[in-house]
C-alpha cells in the first residue's frame, strides 16, 4: 500500500508539470554521409544538452521524439520518450543513404504528434529540422501543406527551427513558416559551433517557459 501510495503521489506531481516534446528531424540521405560522425555525436550531445536542461529546471518534463528519412523510408527511432530514459545512439542507427522527401518526413511527424497530444494541457513543442538538401522526393505532403500546417501550430505552442547546409536555408525555412533558422558547414569546427548555438537556444526557450510559469504561479 506504501508503494502504491508513493507512485499516485510521483504521477499527481508528474501531472503539475509543464511538459516539453522534443521533436528531432534528421536528414538521412545518401548526402549526409560524410558528416555521420558529426551528426551523431552532436545528437548525443543535444539529449545531453536536454536531459541538463530537466534538471535545472524540474518543474519541467521533457520527452523525445527523433525521425530520421530518405528515399527508403521515414524511421520513428523515439516517440515521445523520457529524456531520463534514452541511451546515447551510436552509427549503427544512422545510415545515409538514398534521396530527401523532406516535405513528407515533416508532415507525417509533425501530424503524429499533433494526434497524440489533442487532449492534453501544459505542454509546448520545439521541433528540430536538419538537412543538407532540397526536398526532393516527397509523394504526400507538398510545401504549401507543410507551411499550413506549421501556421496553425505556431498559434498552440509549437516552436520550429531549421538548420541546414548546401541550400539557401532561409528561403527554404520561409516557404515552410519557418523563421528560426542556423547554418552549418559540412566540417568539424562548423557543426560543433551549429550544435554549441542548437543547445543555448534550446535552453533560452526552456528557460522563457520556466519563467513565464513562474509568473502564473505568482499570479
Known amino acids: 500500500m506504501k508503494n502504491r501510495g508513493s507512485q499516485t503521489h510521483q504521477n499527481g506531481e508528474n501531472s503539475k508539470k509543464q511538459k516539453i516534446y522534443n521533436m528531432i528531424i534528421l536528414d538521412e540521405s545518401g548526402s549526409m554521409e560524410s558528416i555521420k560522425s558529426n551528426i551523431v555525436s552532436g545528437f548525443n550531445e543535444v539529449i545531453q544538452s536536454i536531459s541538463g536542461i530537466e534538471k535545472q529546471f524540474p518543474e519541467q518534463k521533457h520527452f523525445i521524439s527523433f525521425i530520421t528519412f530518405n528515399g527508403l523510408g521515414i524511421k520513428t527511432h523515439l516517440e515521445n520518450q523520457p529524456v531520463n530514459k534514452i541511451k546515447e545512439i551510436d552509427e549503427k542507427i544512422y545510415n545515409p543513404d538514398s534521396i ?33 538538401g532540397l526536398e526532393n522526393a516527397s509523394k504526400e505532403y507538398s510545401s504549401k501543406q507543410v507551411k499550413e500546417l506549421i501556421e496553425n501550430l505556431k498559434m498552440d505552442n509549437w516552436t520550429f527551427n531549421y538548420i541546414g547546409t548546401d541550400h539557401d536555408i532561409t528561403k527554404v525555412a520561409s516557404s515552410i513558416s519557418i523563421s528560426s533558422t542556423m547554418f552549418f558547414d559540412k566540417n568539424e569546427k562548423s557543426m560543433k559551433g551549429m550544435f554549441a548555438a542548437e543547445r543555448s537556444a534550446r535552453f533560452a526557450f526552456c528557460k522563457v517557459i520556466n519563467e513565464i510559469n513562474e509568473d502564473k504561479s505568482v499570479d
Open 100 to 132: 530527401t522527401p523532406l516535405y513528407d518526413a515533416i508532415g507525417f511527424s509533425v501530424s503524429k504528434l499533433k494526434l497524440f497530444l489533442s487532449n492534453k494541457k501544459r505542454f509546448n513543442v520545439y521541433v528540430t529540422i536538419l538537412t543538407d
